[in-house]
């Protein structure tokens, strides 16, 4: 399984980027632990990789006033450590420990894995709970786009050809939960939930990031009733919906529970 | 060679440039190109962790990084980890612990070890398993593997 031929570019500005991305079958390469894969199974197969790795300043964390903002290309490795994000976003430093493993959260990034927006990653839908913001360029300018409005199906985003998340923003502190039930530590999500103040966002639940909201714990089961998560190989929609529903009452235990 | 990049990169200390296909993966690079057959080619899609090899001091897929991407950074391989002695007490632990069978995991399964000796950290012995999630070993159930980073890790000052 190896990768088919293609052409391979670093810029080193964003409007450097811009120009080859209008190269037709160009595709943006950022840690690669997702489209590398692809790559070898041939699921993929472009003309040009841009590598944004070498673009200045989409490597940064910075708090701000309420919000933190992250770089697309911030490592899963770093978001675990980094003291700001467990600090402000602990939400999002905890779903980085689930992603796959050491090696991998070396690499790949967090601009990548929204970008991808893989029904079963972990990113997407802390992002849709926390209510982040995310910011979009192309050779015109940058544009803003609300979390949930990103995720548009399975494996379908916002993004339009020849644009590059750049940043997200995600407001910081109030109390979140992240649960995800795995066979295995690293393996792809069963079910897992991410949930902020009375936002409950489930993944491995459909084909983007599933919101239930309740301001009771029997509200949020009664959303939920409604879901109809995709069967995998081992558990069906019913199982799914389920383990769905015990992970929703151990969140809504620990946010219940005074601080 | 249509789409060859000049790559510069120093291997186990050794800088190196060559053109370099950018199909081409890191681990396939080293094998292939320089020879060293340590690091080894398993699933080629990032799940077992045979390839594991570290660039700028952080471990890595070797599958699943291009060797044009390593232009500029500094690679190190279970060959150079293992003539500098860094590897020497894990080495010895897996070997008195019986912690291999056919070996073909080992180079990887030391490389992710090391990453989790030099944090400095008196891990469990869920953390580790933890650590070398991304490790497969099909031969010893990985008891034997356990007990070797456990001896280093709580053996170390």
Redesign the interface.
């Known amino acids: 399984m190896k990768a088919p031929a293609f052409a391979y570019a670093k810029p080193k500005s964003l409007a450097e980027a811009f120009a080859l991305l209008r190269t037709p079958g160009a595709k943006v390469l950022a840690g690669g632990q997702s489209l590398i894969p692809s790559l070898n199974m041939r699921l993929s197969a472009p003309d040009l990789l841009v590598d944004i790795t070498g673009l200045p300043g989409l490597a940064e964390i910075v708090p701000g006033r309420g919000t933190v903002r992250v770089g697309a290309l911030v490592t899963h490795a770093r978001i675990e450590r980094n003291s700001d994000v467990r600090k402000h976003i602990p939400m999002l430093a905890e779903a980085a420990t689930h992603i796959a493993h050491a090696a991998i959260r070396n690499r790949g990034t967090l601009g990548g894995s929204l970008a991808l927006a893989d029904p079963a990653a972990e990113y997407p839908a802390c992002a849709v709970a926390l209510e982040a913001i995310f910011t979009i360029q192309n050779s015109r300018g940058e544009r803003t786009v609300n979390a949930a409005a990103f995720f548009k199906g399975l494996f379908e985003t916002d993004l339009k050809a020849g644009e590059i998340l750049t940043c997200v923003e995600f407001p910081a502190g109030g109390k979140s939960v992240f649960l995800e039930l795995t066979r295995r530590h690293g393996d792809y999500a069963i079910i897992g939930l991410a949930a902020h103040g009375s936002r409950f966002v489930f993944f491995g639940a459909g084909p983007t990031p599933v919101l239930v909201k309740g301001n009771s714990l029997a509200e949020a089961k009664a959303a939920l009733a409604r879901v109809e998560p995709p069967a995998d190989l081992y558990h069906s929609s019913k199982t799914k919906r389920h383990l769905a529903g015990v992970l929703l009452e151990r969140a809504w235990n620990t946010l219940s529970k005074p601080r | 060679m249509?789409?060859a990049?000049e790559t510069t990169l120093t291997v186990n200390g050794t800088k190196v440039t060559r053109r370099i296909?950018?199909?081409q993966?890191l681990v396939?690079f080293l094998r292939e190109e320089l020879g060293l057959t340590g690091s080894h080619v398993g699933c080629?899609?990032?799940v077992c962790?045979a390839c594991?090899v570290r660039v700028d001091g952080?471990?890595?897929?070797g599958?699943?990084?291009?060797a044009?991407?390593a232009?500029g950074c500094k690679v190190e391989t279970i060959e150079g980890l293992s003539d500098s002695q860094e590897l020497s007490l894990l080495q010895k632990a897996f070997h008195e612990k019986n912690a291999l069978q056919c070996g073909f995991c080992t180079p990887g399964m030391l490389m992710?070890a090391q990453?989790l000796v030099l944090s400095k950290r008196k891990v469990s012995r869920e953390e580790i398993?933890?650590?070398i999630?991304?490790?497969y070993c099909r031969c010893t159930g990985y008891q034997a593997i356990v007990d070797a980073i456990e001896e280093v890790i709580h053996g170390q000052g």
């Open positions: 249509e789409h990049v296909e950018p199909r993966h396939d080629e899609h990032g962790g594991t952080e471990i890595v897929r599958c699943l990084m291009l044009v991407q232009d992710a990453d398993r933890m650590h999630s991304g490790n």
